[in-house]
């Protein structure tokens, strides 16, 4: 087909696909899309965004997308950017009903951007301020040399994922007429208006005993190791802040669509499979259509696959509150009929934990044949198979996306400035390798001796590392 005929086609298709989706409900951003060739979606794939500054890891990433796409290994058929308006990448190449399929899922995406409480608080300029970013970056790289620039960046991108997405929130929760009083002192009390009818002297004697006791900052452990840092080290210099307050902005924009990957992606195929079985499609484009949507939901015998696992979940949901049991209409009131209402309520208040907690039922573990399974010995063996056990453990696995969960416990440890960290361990122990490749980076950023305490082989241990060695101690 002629170029110009085939953007005419996808014009009138993208029109029936917008007033098909607004007419199921669907409420989204303003859409414009781009088609692309594979080299600059990869591009756009292995950085994240289009405006992103440029570091050695982005080309590692993108090295090996484009030789899975070019030995027809993996294939990404769109890239969607959470902005206001909506931006999306088509991959050239892709054939018409392959692009309406994609415009359709993009449609889902957008919506679900819009909607989900989780996003409420990303900026849809992103897209500006990563330009802007990475145009401060190069100055850096220009004026200080790239690889000391490369470098830091190494060092603050190792622990890009430790931040704390609801600092807002914990900041309010820990505002209140207590804010501020020391433990233990007689004043840890809601003011009252007899306040002055108490002794002077135990008010002395309280000042007294507070002023004795060890001071410990931060006050109360601190989950946002990045912001930490920013805000704290001595000895960086204002173009490392600004280095770090960067990633750590990217990843707080990031962070949304890592704790709701199974939504996100299961509420896009749901719309594009209730969108494309709308639309006036012939023989031949009813069988790619099939061909593509099946390819896109097939499973993994190691890994969750987010399309089909969410898709399910969302139609389950749908048919549970269309049509209720007798059982279900007894204990819990439900009168039928409300399966869309109920999928647009779940889509705006959940994420991925959340979400499987609530909704991933006994029958939909069986019939997507979930199982936990580990390596015992040389060889891998499924070792779990009871659906809430099952349940249970994916939910362990994507909470805080997965990532270990770190907080700063004091940064003048051994009252030298040392910062001493405290992984909450919940079963599952760190990596030692990467444990003992990630704190030299942290020193880096920190320009003090670096002190973790976590849990191995059922005794806790401390990993520390002074600028020259990694250490560890058993407690």
Known sequence: MDPKEEIKVLED??????????????????????????????????????????????????????????????RIYEMVINSDPCYAFLLEGNSIIQNKLVMAHVLGHCDFFKNNAYFKTTSRKMVESMAAAAERIREYEFKYGREKVESFIDAAIAIQEHIEPRVLIRKKAKAGPLQGKKEGCHRDVAPSPYDDLWSLEKDQQCQKDCSDKEKIFPPEPEKDLMLFIEQNSKDLDYWQRDIISVLRQEMLFFWPQMETKIMNEGWASYWHLRIMRELDLDESETIEFAKMHSGIIQT???????????????????????????EEKEKYGRPGGQGKEKIFEVRAGENDVSFLRNYLTKELVEQLDLYLYKKIGNEWKIVEQEWETVRDGIVTSLTNCGFPYITVQNAD??????????????GIELDVYYVEKTIPHLYTLWRRPIHLETILDNKRIIFSYDGEKN???FL
């Not at 990869?42 to 899975?68: C, D, I």
């Not at 440890?413 to 919940?426: A, M, Q, T, V």
């Open 300 to 326: 993994s015998r190691t890994r969750i696959n987010p399309y089909t696992v969410g898709l399910k979940i969302f139609e389950n949901i749908e048919k549970r509150w269309d049509n209720p049991t007798p």
């Open 13 to 74: 298709s993208l029109a029936a696909i917008t007033a098909k989706a607004k007419e199921f409900g669907l409420d989204f951003y303003d859409m414009f899309f781009e088609i692309c060739p594979a080299d600059i979606l990869y591009t756009f794939g292995a950085y994240g965004m289009p405006t992103r500054f440029s570091h050695w890891s982005f080309g590692k990433a993108y090295h090996k997308m484009k030789t899975q796409y070019d030995y027809n290994l993996s």
């Open 471 to 473: 250490c560890k101690k």
């Open 413 to 426: 440890y051994n009252k030298r400035g040392d910062l001493y960290l405290k992984h909450s361990f919940e």
